[in-house]
């Protein structure tokens, strides 16, 4: 399970939702094995009076918050990482100065998924890549 938060500056970031979903899903599937249909993603474009970032960053910064079932290895994250990280700026023209990834790794037993405890749950892909 991996779910997937976009957050943003609206105007820079709503022309570009469809593609940055697309470039984010398929390097989930390259790096994690996710399925194509397995597709959990939120954005939350904001306007400028509700986002602050660092003045050394443009108004392109994006933050990719990816919260997952714990077990990936730690060279299949970094591969995750250094995938979005390549095909963002070459696709979207977002400089890698602008773009922070975040991952989170919770014990299958912190989730609640179609009736059951994750840890219940059962998966069509591995997680422990």
Not at 11 to 21: G, V
Not at 56 to 81: A, C, H, N, Q, W
Not at 103 to 119: A, C, E, T
Request: charged share 25%; net charge negative.
């Amino acid at each position: 399970m991996v779910q997937v938060k976009v957050t943003g500056y609206a105007q820079q970031l709503n022309p570009i939702k469809a593609q940055l979903s697309d470039i984010i899903h398929s390097c989930l599937q390259e790096a994690f094995g996710i399925p194509e249909n397995k597709r959990f993603q939120r954005f939350f474009p904001l306007a400028s009076d509700d986002f602050y970032y660092p003045t050394d960053r443009s108004d392109k910064y994006t933050i990719i918050e990816i919260v997952m079932f714990e077990g990936r290895s730690v060279p299949t994250k970094k591969k995750l990482t250094r995938l979005l990280l390549e095909r963002i700026p070459q696709t979207l023209g977002i400089s890698v100065e602008d773009i922070e990834i975040a991952m989170f790794d919770l014990p299958k037993h912190n989730w609640g998924i179609r009736g059951v405890p994750g840890d219940e749950l059962v998966l069509n892909y591995s997680v422990d890549t």
